[in-house]
Structures are given as C-alpha cells and as structure tokens.
C-alpha cells in the first residue's frame, strides 16, 4: 500500500500497487499544472484507492475537453484524479510515500519538453499519448519574448507575471518539501533578485501557503487552476519561480541537483549536472 498526501497534509489517500504504469509526462499542460519540468504519473484501478480525509479540499480546473487538473486547496499540490471511464485513477508519483515497486517507463509529449531540460535516462519517448489513452491537444499560444524580459502566466491564464531581469540561478530540487510542494520527481526553480518580479494581472488570485515550521519554505499557486506560481521571498529579496510556470525560455540551465541525498526512490539522476546532497554550495 502507498500512502499519499498533499505537502499542508489536508488531501491524504492510499492506492495499493502494482500500479498500471509509471511515466513522465512532458506536455505544456503537465509542466503549468505542476510548475515543474516534467510530471512523473502513476495509475492504479478505480478499487485500488481510496480517500484517507481531505477529499472536501480538492478543488478542480477542466483544462481541456478531455482534462480536468484537480489540486489542494490550502497549499497547491496536484491531487489524484479519479477517470472511472478509463478504469483508471491517475496519481502524481511525488505525493506518494516509500517503495512504490515500479520505475518510470516512457516520456510522453517529449515534443513539448522544457527548453532546459535534456532528457537523459534512454527510456522510450513518444510525443502523443500511446494508443488506447484518452488523446488531447495540450498547445497553448506561445509568448514572443521580449528582449530582458522573462514571463510566465498559470494554466488558467488568469494570473501573470514578468520579471525584468537576468536570473540569479536555476537548481534542480530533490528535497521532500519539494517533491510534495510540486507532486513532482523535483522541483525546478529559478531564482531572480525580488525587486524586478511584478505581477501583471490575476495577483488577488494568487493563494500562498507558507509551510508552518518552514523557516522560508511555501507555495503559491492559482486559486482557480492550481498551478504553481512564483513566491516573493522578501527577507532574502529573492522571488522563487517555479520553472513550469514560465512562458519563455529563461536563458538558463539547471546548476545542479540540490538535496540529491533525499531523491524519490523512483527517480534516477541520469544527467551530468552537479550533485549535491544537501543545499548548494556558497556562492
Ligand atoms: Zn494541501
Ligand atoms: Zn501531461
Ligand atoms: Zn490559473
């Protein structure tokens, strides 16, 4: 049995293995949602879950015609969606605990994967869902960057933002905070000095849950759709923007691999980027 929960607790489950499948999902969609650079999912049959509490706080967003995207009220995690038609109960793998007995399988819509991302590991990849899955288009009208200015907006589309600035760093993180805040293999942020982030519409839509004990760490994410989006960090003037919720090529590459030693079991570093156990090194 694998237990899942959302990173505030609220949304707990259970799904009993062996799960149908375990895949990387690389489309525009996936990456909004999640605010990462790839979602990592796993199905089991409608009898193999079950709700422990929480169901009440899963709120829902239809995405597409064939796709509702279905999160954490209180802090943002992507939550499971139930598709009794296709027999089929779909789990983001950086919410559940432990050994889950299965490793990734495929990258689907690796067409559509992070400009910043290389992928690394040799699985098979396809760039539509393979036969027998629920298809949909996932393109979303691209944004033509402007020259020092790098933007990014939520799945909705209600919320948006802008920083005017280069970015400090990206860093690929493999914390558990991390993983549960994303529902991800790992988050991937990209860090810019706070002063030149600004929202430029939807800002009343942005919820923020700080992690309670957490001395700096939280999520924001839109109230409407989910998706994760930036949180201004004041006192160390630095806004956190979660990679998938940009909309333009951010211009950098992952420095590395930051709490490598608390990775998801299931995931493989396969790239040759920096590794580093715990935090980064002083910069
Ligand atoms: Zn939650
Ligand atoms: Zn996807
Ligand atoms: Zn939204």
């Known amino acids: 049995m694998a ?38 999912l796993v199905a089991v049959p409608p009898a193999a879950f079950r709700w422990v509490s ?13 796709a509702t995207r ?9 939550a499971p969606h139930l598709l009794p038609k296709l027999g089929q109960v779909i789990l983001p793998a950086g919410n559940l605990e432990g050994e889950l007995g299965v490793t990734p ?3 689907l819509f690796a067409g559509s994967k992070a400009p910043w991302h290389e992928i690394s590991d040799g699985l098979p990849q396809t760039e ?46 493999h914390c558990s905070r991390c993983r549960r805040g994303r529902s991800a293999a790992h988050a ?8 030149a982030f600004r929202w430029t519409r939807g800002e009343s839509q942005v919820a923020d849950f700080p992690l ?17 989006l930036p949180r201004l960090s004041r006192e160390r003037g630095m806004a956190v923007v979660p990679a998938g919720s940009l909309d333009v090529d951010p211009g950098v590459r992952p420095s590395g691999h930051i709490y490598a030693g608390s990775k998801a079991a299931w995931f493989e570093i396969t790239d040759d980027i920096p590794q580093f156990d715990e935090g980064p090194p002083p910069r």
């Open 3 to 40: 237990d899942g929960r959302c990173l505030c607790g609220a949304v707990r489950y259970q799904a009993d293995p062996p799960f149908q499948f375990m895949v990387h999902c690389h489309c525009s969609m996936c990456r909004k949602h999640h605010g990462s650079t790839f979602a990592t």
């Open 54 to 66: 929480g169901e009440a706080n899963v709120g829902s967003y239809v995405s597409s015609e064939h």
């Open 70 to 78: 279905t999160f954490c009220r209180v802090c943002g995690s992507v």
């Open 105 to 107: 399988q495929l990258h």
């Open 128 to 173: 539509e869902y393979p036969p027998g899955f629920d298809a949909m288009s996932v393109a979303r009208p691209t944004v033509p960057p402007r020259p020092g200015i790098a933007e990014g907006s939520c799945l909705c589309g209600d919320v948006a933002f802008e920083i005017a600035a280069a970015p400090i760093t990206m860093r690929n993180c």
């Open 188 to 195: 991937t942020n990209v860090l810019y000095p706070s002063e």
């Open 212 to 228: 309670p004990d957490a001395r700096y760490f939280g999520t924001a994410f839109c109230r409407r759709c989910g998706a994760g």
